[in-house]
């Protein structure tokens, strides 16, 4: 399967005003109708009126956008993700969309989204947990919903059946499944893990995650990405979406941000020993270091007064991070 271009941060404004949108429109095409497509009268009153309440949700919510390094360290660190109760303190906002730079799941699953990795979720705090739908890119989903099996009796879809759920889908997220996770209790996925995973091997970790629905999957890159968003690890700039962007957004909303909190992993870089360079010692990796006290001398004062030296990570920039599963020891303080 091809991979799914990246959406840009400066893009995110745009698609939350675009889908807000979608979701208030109450003609043939528009969100409340296509969710309700198919289903029984009840249900389908039902997703009528999640359309018209995740609309207001997008419409007072906080974008974030997060880098690929950060996300991989989040998807690292929810496999040794041990059991965790939320807490509203958690969250960077009330209500959010936030998109990943990579998705956080396989690309592969059954069912009619077959093969959609999800790469972005939007939240709501509503009563004693917060519910969140999971986004994937809509040109992913469309290929391998157009690819059919053979093993099971199904044809590959037509183009003229491609076209038409492009024109029920016209914007690059689609959703793909909706959850809730309660505060101050342990998910159900958390329920069975252990309380202190630091004895379990890599590989039994691995093995844990991989056997995850994608739910868990997603839902524990979440819960690791607001709790490093709340770490000095973590360090946030704002991204303002295109001036052309900006006007289009203003006709659809006034009152809608068009800015991005972008964050990102906060490291120090230690410059790499090139081959043939004599001493010294070359890092290919990196690793988080705790917060600490340090002696700083002062040629002022002539003596040395101690500094807090907050976490961080270091290493060369771009490198592989040293054991990501501890990090979730440092999530814990």
């Given amino acids: 399967m091809p991979k799914a271009s990246v959406i840009p941060a400066r893009q995110l404004p745009e698609i939350r005003a675009e889908l807000m949108q979608w979701l208030q429109d109450p003609g043939e095409l528009g969100g409340p109708a296509v969710w309700s497509r198919g289903f029984d009268p009840a249900t389908a009153a039902q997703e009528r009126k999640a359309a018209a309440d995740w609309a207001t949700a997008l419409k007072i919510s906080e974008l974030f956008y997060v880098s690929a390094d950060m996300t991989r360290l ?20 009330t209500h959010g969309l936030l998109l990943w730079e990579e998705a956080v ?33 809509r040109e992913e989903w469309l290929t391998a919903l157009a690819k059919g099996d053979p093993a099971l009796g199904i044809v590959d879809m037509t183009p003229a059946e491609v076209r038409a759920a492009r024109r029920d889908y016209p914007y690059p997220l689609v959703c793909m499944f909706s959850g809730r996770l309660p ?3 342990i998910p159900g996925w958390l329920a069975a893990a252990p309380a202190d995973t630091s004895d379990l091997s890599l590989a039994e970790v691995e093995d844990h995650f991989r056997s995850a629905t994608r739910i868990e999957q997603a839902e524990r890159a979440l819960l690791v990405t607001w709790l490093l968003m709340g770490q000095t690890l973590a360090r946030e ?13 203003a006709r659809i909303d006034p009152a809608l941000l068009t800015a991005v909190r972008y964050v990102r ?19 290919r990796h990196r690793w988080i270091v705790r917060g600490h006290w340090r002696n700083h001398y002062y040629p002022s004062r002539r003596d040395h007064r101690p500094i807090w030296i907050e976490q961080h990570l270091k290493g060369p920039d771009g490198a592989p991070i040293l054991d990501p599963e501890k990090l979730v020891n440092v999530l814990g303080r």
């Fill in 74 to 93: 989040a998807v690292s660190a929810g496999m040794a993700l041990p059991a965790y109760r939320l807490h509203p303190e958690d969250l960077p906002a």
């Fill in 237 to 249: 700039d704002r991204e303002n979406a295109p001036r052309s962007s900006a006007r289009h957004i």
């Fill in 265 to 283: 992993l906060r490291h120090q870089s230690i410059p790499q020993a090139t081959a043939g360079e004599s001493g010294g010692r070359g890092f």
């Fill in 105 to 137: 799941t396989d690309a592969h699953d059954t069912g009619d989204h077959a093969g959609a990795a999800i790469v972005a979720v939007s939240w709501a705090v509503r009563g004693g947990g917060v519910h969140v739908r999971a986004w994937a890119h």
């Fill in 183 to 185: 505060f101050a209790r």
